[in-house]
C-alpha cells in the first residue's frame, strides 16, 4: 500500500507528484528545491540560502511521516555548479549532526526555477 504524505511547512508539489509516498517502512520524498512555503519563490539566489531551505523543506516532510533526518538512509543531492560541492557539504554536515546515510551528488545542466540546489531523501520510518 502507498501512502502520500504531505506538510504544509513544505512547498505545495509544482506538478503531479506527491511530496513523499510511504510504504513499507520507507519514505521516499520527491525532489525539494529552495522554496519558500509561503510564497512559492526561491528564497533567494544563493547556494546557502536555498540549501538551507531545501534541508528545511525535507525535514518537514520527514515529520508529516514521524521521521526525522536520523532515519534517511540516502540522499540525492543534485548541485547547478560542482564549483558549490565544499559549501554544500558543510551545510549538509550541519544539518545532520553525526549522522552519514549514503549520499550520490551530480552537476545537472538546469534545476526547476532556477535553483542551484535539489536534493530528495529515502528514510526508514516506523
Known amino acids: 500500500m502507498l501512502e502520500t504524505m504531505h506538510s ?50 525535507l525535514q518537514a516532510v520527514l515529520a508529516a ?7 534517511i538512509v540516502k540522499v540525492n543531492i543534485y548541485l547547478l555548479d560542482m564549483a ?4 554544500l557539504n558543510v551545510l549538509y554536515a550541519d544539518w545532520l549532526g553525526e549522522h552519514r546515510p549514503a549520499r550520490a551528488t551530480v552537476a545537472v545542466a538546469a534545476l526547476p526555477l532556477g535553483a542551484r ?6 528514510a526508514r520510518c516506523g
Open 8 to 57: 504544509d511547512a513544505a512547498p505545495a508539489a509544482v506538478g503531479p507528484y506527491a511530496q513523499a509516498i510511504r510504504t513499507q517502512g520507507m519514505l521516499f520524498t520527491s525532489g525539494q528545491i529552495g522554496l519558500d512555503p509561503q510564497s512559492g519563490k526561491l528564497v533567494d539566489d544563493t547556494l546557502a540560502g536555498q540549501a538551507n531551505q531545501v534541508m528545511h523543506n
Open 65 to 71: 511521516a514521524d521521521c526525522s533526518v536520523s532515519d
Open 84 to 87: 558549490d560541492f565544499p559549501a
Open 117 to 122: 540546489v535539489e536534493m530528495d531523501v529515502i
